[in-house]
């Protein structure tokens, strides 16, 4: 059984829960988002295992989770990166969001997240079990794509890709 960290809107600890209990009722706790990009500055976008709890199928940002009870968002960050997409690099923790959205299944994600943003030119080996499809992309189509198609990605990822800047992009692809 997997738990996951809630909080109040400070991000401080105040429990922990089951995972799945926690996004049924609705429960704020901690989250991360990775956006990954090659040194050509396009994105690794995932579309998520058809056997995920919840957006099943949907595209979404290089990796996402939350982070263990006692672990901290570095270590988090890294080992999920890891088991997800098959590499791990460099990240750089950018700015946090809280998201507050339910989905058709009855989950709601409550969420403080954290984006963090690195850089990768490797090969991406995704866990079968996690990731049905990946692809690299430029934020230009990426965003026009979503324009016409945004029930295909997933809420996070679009709310992220609007704080993301661009400077913080050609930073990170350096």
Known sequence: MQK??????NNRKIGEEEKIKAHK?????RAFSIFVFNSKGKL?????????YHCAGIWANTCCS?????????HAVHRRLKEE???DCKLKK????IYNTGFKNGLI????????????????????KEVMNY???????????IKKNSNKYSVWLKIALNKLKSLQIKEAIK
């Open 85 to 87: 997409m098959g590499f």
């Open 44 to 52: 690794l976008i995932q579309q998520r295992a058809k056997s995920k």
């Open 109 to 128: 994600e409550n969420e403080y997240d954290f984006v963090f943003i690195g850089k990768f030119d490797g090969e991406v080996k995704p866990n079968k």
């Open 94 to 97: 950018l700015f946090c969001f």
């Open 4 to 9: 996951v960290i809630l909080i109040n809107k």
């Open 25 to 29: 009722q609705r429960k704020l706790h």
């Open 135 to 145: 692809k690299w992309i430029s934020i230009k189509d990426l965003k026009k794509n």
């Open 66 to 74: 939350h982070p263990k009870p006692n672990e901290t968002y570095n």
